[in-house]
Every structure is written in structure tokens, then in C-alpha cells.
């Protein structure tokens, strides 16, 4: 039944290592985006594709990439992680074809924990 | 985009007391969503209220929206401890197809036992 669908929950990486956070959906959403929560702070926007169209946060930092290979995944690249990097990563989509997506709400993944040693 | 400022900052309750979040944003809107985090999860819509209503119901949830005053309330009616979560308010600008969402500190709810 789930519909956004993180892998993994938890992954542990070493500093400076280049990890991979995945996104899957099975909803046939256009939208896609990635969100950056630290502890007890507001989830925040790190960019999001729409349809293939990728579009960063301004404040985005350089070490973080996405790719959107088709509809169905989306994928979080940080080149080189360090220890201000350590978060929940939100993965959420949006959109109905043929609607505007703006009248529905997001649906968000479980989330993945990401720790840096 | 733009986010909501939800309060308070943190509410506690018992059981079954009724939960009252607010919400207050800056500029005119589309429409205006409400998410619930449970600890270390993803967030949850719980329900959209478009600019040109004024009150919306989803089983215990009671949400207002006053436009002129730019500001939205959530009532949650008979809580339970799984209740317990951050509530978040977003409002979403018109403007684009699609809406950016952009979240604040939310309102932590604690329900006690």
C-alpha cells in the first residue's frame, strides 16, 4: 500500500563518502520533492522536479544532486557528506494528471536518517 | 512560497480534552493544507482548505480558514495519545500549477494518557 516509499530508513555513512538516498512512487505523480529536516527544525526545501524539469532551492548547497531517471524514482546524491549534513531526508510528491496539483496535498515518504561518522 | 506560523509553539492536553492549533500567514492564498509529523516520520496530510471556504471537517478535524485576517485554525476533537505529533500549516500561493510547500516550526501536541 505504500505509495512513497524511501529506502533505507536508516543509513550511516562516513564523512566525505558520496551516498545515494532513493525515492519511489507509485502514485504517477509529476512532482517530485526532496526535503532536508535536522533535529527539531521545520522540514526544508532542497529542490524538486517537475516532470523532468529540475528546479534548486536557491540556498541549496552544491554538494547535494538529484536525478529523476523516470515518473516512478528520484534519487538524492550528496557528494561529499559532512557532519552538518545529518538529517531526515523527506521525499514527497504532488500532482495529478490532468489536475492541478495545487488543489491536493503532498504525499511524503517514512523518511531516511541520515548519520555521518 | 511562503510559510505558516503556527501556535502555540507547544500544547499539552489529556485525553479527550479538545486540541486548538492557529495558523496566520502573510499574503492572499490558494488554499491552505495541514500535515502531522509523528516523531522521526514523514509528514501526513490530514486536510486542504481552498481560499474560498471558510470551515472544513475530516472525522475529529475541524479546520477555519478567515481570509481577511490571514489566519487558519485546527480543532482536534476527543484526542488520543496518538494524537501526540508536530502539526504543521502550510499555505499554498496560486500563481503556478504546482505549489512549493514551505513549512515553519509547527505546534508540537503532546497528549497525555
Known amino acids: 500500500d505504500a505509495m512513497v516509499i524511501q529506502n533505507p530508513r536508516y543509513q550511516v555513512t562516513q564523512f566525505g563518502k558520496p551516498v545515494t538516498l532513493s525515492c519511489s512512487q507509485t502514485l504517477n505523480h509529476n512532482v517530485m520533492y526532496w526535503y532536508q529536516q535536522k533535529s527539531s527544525q521545520a522540514p526544508k526545501l532542497l529542490f524538486h522536479?517537475?516532470?523532468?524539469?529540475?528546479?534548486n532551492e536557491a540556498d541549496t548547497p552544491d554538494n547535494f544532486q538529484s536525478r529523476r531517471p523516470n515518473t516512478s524514482f528520484c534519487f538524492l546524491d550528496i557528494r561529499s557528506p559532512g557532519l552538518g549534513d545529518a538529517a531526515m531526508y523527506l521525499c514527497?510528491?504532488?500532482?495529478?494528471?490532468?489536475?492541478?496539483?495545487?488543489?491536493?496535498?503532498?504525499?511524503f515518504g517514512s523518511g531516511t536518517r541520515l548519520t555521518v561518522v | 512560497s511562503q510559510q505558516g506560523e503556527e501556535d502555540p509553539q507547544a500544547l499539552s492536553i489529556q485525553e479527550g480534552e479538545n486540541a486548538t492549533m492557529n495558523c496566520s500567514y502573510k499574503?492572499?492564498?490558494?488554499?491552505l493544507q495541514w500535515y502531522r509529523q509523528n516523531s522521526g516520520r514523514g509528514l501526513v496530510h490530514l486536510i486542504l482548505?481552498?481560499?474560498?471556504?471558510r470551515e472544513k471537517h475530516s472525522g475529529r478535524l475541524r479546520v477555519t480558514l478567515d481570509t481577511s485576517k490571514k489566519s487558519s485554525s485546527l480543532l482536534i476533537t476527543a484526542s488520543r495519545a496518538a494524537d501526540t505529533a508536530s502539526y504543521f500549516c502550510v499555505p499554498v500561493l496560486g500563481g503556478t500549477s504546482y505549489g512549493k510547500l514551505t513549512f515553519g516550526q509547527g505546534t508540537i501536541l503532546t497528549v497525555h494518557p
Open positions: 514527497a510528491t504532488s500532482g495529478i494528471r490532468q489536475r492541478l496539483p495545487i488543489n491536493y496535498g503532498y504525499t
Open positions: 522536479y517537475y516532470d523532468k524539469d529540475f528546479n
Open positions: 482548505i481552498r481560499s474560498n471556504e
Open positions: 499574503t492572499s492564498i490558494n488554499n
